[in-house]
Nanobody, 127 residues
Framework: QVQLVESGGGLVQAGGSLRLSCAAS????????MGWFRQGPGKEREFLGT???????????DYADSVKGRFTIFRDNAKNAVNIRMNSLKPEDTAVYYC?????????????????WGQGTQVTVSS
């Protein structure tokens, strides 16, 4: 059984930073694309970025324009985990943040491509 567990959420002031982690079990995620999404109150689930496996130890990362330059996705294969570092946080970044594992090594920006999801972790940014 594949499980993804996010951690690291919490309350942060505007301009601050947070790092979220997503630990996987039941699947070695190093050869699968992994994505991060978020869902704010009253909003649809929003794609943030995805890291795709390009073979051997090579990965690529693609970001949504809304977070490019502020958010960084990186893997920790030794821990079978993927992380997202979020800088310069704004109140509009307040949301539940989810990690997800794609069905293939090539990530997409559509939630439909992802077959396993974590339970989410709340991030609240105060002004």
């Amino acid at each position: 059984q594949v499980q993804l567990v996010e951690s690291g959420g919490g309350l942060v002031q505007a301009g601050g930073s947070l790092r979220l982690s997503c630990a996987a079990s039941g699947r070695t995620i190093s050869s699968y694309a992994m994505g991060w999404f978020r869902q704010g109150p009253g909003k649809e689930r929003e794609f943030l970025g995805t890291t795709s496996w390009r073979g051997w130890n090579s990965y690529s990362v693609d970001y949504a324009d809304s977070v490019k330059g502020r958010f960084t996705i990186f893997r920790d294969n030794a821990k079978n985990a993927v992380n997202i570092r979020m800088n310069s946080l704004k109140p509009e970044d307040t949301a539940v943040y989810y990690c997800a594992s794609d069905r293939s090594s090539n990530g997409a920006n559509s939630a439909r491509d992802y077959v396993y999801w974590g339970q989410g972790t709340q991030v609240t940014v105060s002004s």
